[in-house]
C-alpha cells in the first residue's frame, strides 16, 4: 500500500519560500500517476496547487503559477513543492495526494505557518 | 477556470434519514474524451480527504453503498441513503476536467 509522507519547515517567514518534500513509499514516483499538492488554510476549504506526471510535466493553480515550483527526484523517491514570496495567506495544511479525482492515497498534511 | 458551487444543508441532520448535497459546475465538465470528471470527497474532522466517488458515479473501494453520485454536464449530486454518526464532516465536490478546482465544502451535523 502506497504511503505519503509530507515535511518541511513548520515556520516561514513573509517574502520567503516555502520547501515541502513528500516522500513515497510503497510505490514509484515514476508510476503512471499524477501526483499533486493541495492546501487547506486553518478551518476553511481545499485549495489545489498543483500536480506533476512522472514524466515531469507539470500543471499549476493559475492564482499560484508565478510562484509555484513542484517537482520529482526518482532517485529518493519523493516529490518536492517550492512556494515563493509567501505571504500569512499561504499559512495552510500542506498535503501530497497521488490523482486525487480517482484515487485515495493522501499523505496527513503539514501545516506550514507563515509568519516573522 | 472552472468554479464549483456547492449548496449547504439544513443542518443538522437526523441520524437515519437520507441527504443530499449538488454541485454546480461553472462549466461542462464533459472532458473531450468523454469522460465527465467530477469527483465526492470527504474529510472528517482532524483527517485529510478520502475520496468517496469517482467519474460522477463511481463508488470509490470500501465506500459503503450508502453513498451514491449523480448528474451530469454541470450539475451534480451527492446523496447519502441514511445518514450514520461517522457520515459528520465536511464533504468537497472536485472536478478534474480542466486542471483541479473544489467546491467550497458543505458541512454535515448531526
Known amino acids: 500500500q502506497v504511503q505519503l509522507q509530507e515535511s518541511g519547515p513548520g515556520l516561514v517567514k513573509p517574502s520567503g519560500t516555502l520547501s515541502l518534500t513528500c516522500v513515497v513509499s510503497?510505490?514509484?514516483?515514476?508510476?503512471?500517476?499524477?501526483w499533486s499538492w493541495v492546501r487547506q488554510p486553518p478551518g476553511k476549504g481545499l485549495e489545489w496547487v498543483g500536480e506533476?506526471?512522472?514524466?515531469?510535466?507539470?500543471n499549476y493553480n493559475p492564482s499560484l503559477k508565478s510562484r509555484v515550483t513542484v517537482s520529482l527526484d526518482k532517485s529518493k523517491n519523493q516529490i518536492s513543492l517550492k512556494l515563493s514570496s509567501v505571504t500569512a495567506a499561504d499559512t495552510a495544511i500542506y498535503y501530497c495526494?497521488?490523482?486525487?479525482?480517482?484515487?485515495?492515497?493522501w499523505g496527513q498534511g503539514t501545516l506550514v505557518t507563515v509568519s516573522s | 477556470d472552472i468554479v464549483l458551487t456547492q449548496t449547504t444543508l439544513s443542518s443538522p441532520v437526523t441520524l437515519g434519514q437520507p441527504a443530499s448535497i449538488s454541485c454546480r459546475s461553472s462549466q461542462s465538465l464533459v472532458h473531450s474524451d468523454g469522460n465527465t470528471y467530477l469527483s465526492w470527497l470527504q474529510q472528517r474532522p482532524g483527517q485529510p480527504p478520502r475520496l468517496l466517488i469517482y467519474?460522477?458515479?463511481n463508488r470509490f473501494s470500501g465506500v459503503p453503498d450508502r453513498f451514491s453520485g449523480s448528474g451530469a454536464g454541470t450539475d451534480f449530486t451527492l446523496k447519502i441513503n441514511r445518514v450514520e454518526a461517522e457520515d459528520v464532516g465536511v464533504y468537497y465536490c472536485m472536478q478534474a476536467t480542466q486542471l483541479i478546482t473544489f467546491g467550497q465544502g458543505t458541512r454535515l451535523e448531526i
Open positions: 510503497g510505490g514509484s514516483v515514476s508510476s503512471n500517476n499524477w
Open positions: 506533476i506526471y512522472h514524466s515531469g510535466t507539470t
Open positions: 467519474k460522477i458515479s
Open positions: 495526494t497521488r490523482s486525487p479525482y480517482d484515487d485515495n492515497c
